[in-house]
């Protein structure tokens, strides 16, 4: 079983940046983040794999938001710039074993797909 430790999140001003931090107790292949906003579906943000090869974006955080990881400390970061108000809701970090997404039939935007999850972490974006 892996447990994922999500932190980083907080209170930001529209225009600001926050970045999120998810440490995996043990090895884990593609790792996102996925957000739910009061009253809303949790949907897919941003995913990347373990090689680092591949990085998938929402269109609503293409060229704000990047993902990156330290396989050294089983980790996985979220830079997220020019926040906005919308931005706002729960952030999880989830985690997927191999061939369970990022395969033919199985798309990283699905949650699904993992079989991990966080507790997740606050992110509020004021105007």
């Known amino acids: 079983q892996v447990q994922l430790v999500e932190s980083g999140g907080g209170l930001v001003a529209a225009g600001g940046s926050l970045r999120l931090s998810c440490a995996a107790s043990?090895?884990?292949?593609?790792m996102g983040w996925f957000r739910q906003a009061p009253g809303k579906e949790r949907e897919f943000v941003v995913a990347?794999?373990?090689?680092?090869?591949?990085?998938y974006y929402a269109d609503s955080v293409k060229g704000r938001f990047a993902i990156s990881k330290d396989n050294a400390d089983n980790t996985v970061y979220l830079q997220m710039n020019s926040l906005k108000p919308e931005d706002t809701a729960v952030y999880y970090c989830?985690?997927?074993?191999?061939?369970?997404?990022?395969?033919?039939?199985?798309?990283?935007?699905?949650?699904?797909?993992?079989?991990?999850w966080g507790q997740g972490t606050q992110v509020t974006v004021y105007s």
């Open positions: 989830a985690a997927c074993r191999a061939l369970r997404c990022d395969v033919v039939g199985r798309p990283v935007s699905v949650k699904g797909n993992y079989d991990y």
């Open positions: 990347i794999t373990w090689s680092g090869g591949r990085t």
């Open positions: 043990g090895r884990t292949f593609t």
